[in-house]
């Protein structure tokens, strides 16, 4: 499913599927990269209508399992106060392939960069570590409340997403209304991408901004630094709506990692480039690494 997704926002900027944006019907052509995107699409289709199938024949409304299960019972409910709602299984479905689509492949993207950023600088690698050693230690996992005691290794995910901002042109937003911004008139129903990547890389913001520099977020006191300019998750009333569920994700599963395990890269002779494989996000191209159990 990576795989599919990734591919598929890969194609949908990078080939001639961007013009589906402007020519919606381009979208049915039997072709080259237009039927590929297509049967992605129906794959993918598939995949998250039989997880929704199966947790309908599953369903304990005494216990729910997840997100779905919970879903499910609402819709129920819903049903039996007759009253007109919104809650179906098809929303259902779009919901569950937000979170997929959307979630998934960003997360991922992060903790791909994460891991070569720390081969590419095992001496940040070792001090992370080294705070994981002092507040958790080895024989339990991490928590969400050990965070707050861990400055460093929040400070080193930040650097991360500064460095390799997952959805580089943030997703495509419209104007609502007719505005005028910075003496430029953007018309009502313009489509407007905000470069997230050029605010992460602006040399006026940032001091060396193309140096991997964990401590730029750290106070005089090695406290976490907030900076305005740090929105990897966009701004605004439209900021991403996991914006929340993404810091937990990645601060458990990249502490886990590094608690667990070292990682060099697999030839020292050879270091991988930085640079990403640009679609709708911004993936590292592969690259071997030796993991050794700490």
Known sequence: MLNFMSRALEISLNSEAVLTNVCSWMYYLPFGPFKELRQIVIDITVFLKRIIEEHKVSLDPENPQDFIDMYLIHVDEEKRTQIETSFNAEYLFYIVGDLFIAGTDTTTNTLLWSILYMC???DMQEKVQAEIDAVIGRDRPPSLTDKISMP?????IMEVQRMTVVVPLSVPHMASESTVFQGYTIPKGSVVLAN???????????DKPNDFNPSRFLDDHGQILKKEAFIPFGIGRRVCMGEQLAKMELFLMFVNLLQSFSFSFADDTFQPMLEGRFGLTLAPFPFDIKIQKR
């Open 196 to 206: 997230l990547w050029a605010v992460h890389r602006d040399p006026q913001v940032w």
């Open 152 to 156: 460093f290794t929040e400070a080193t």
């Open 120 to 122: 590419h600088h095992p």
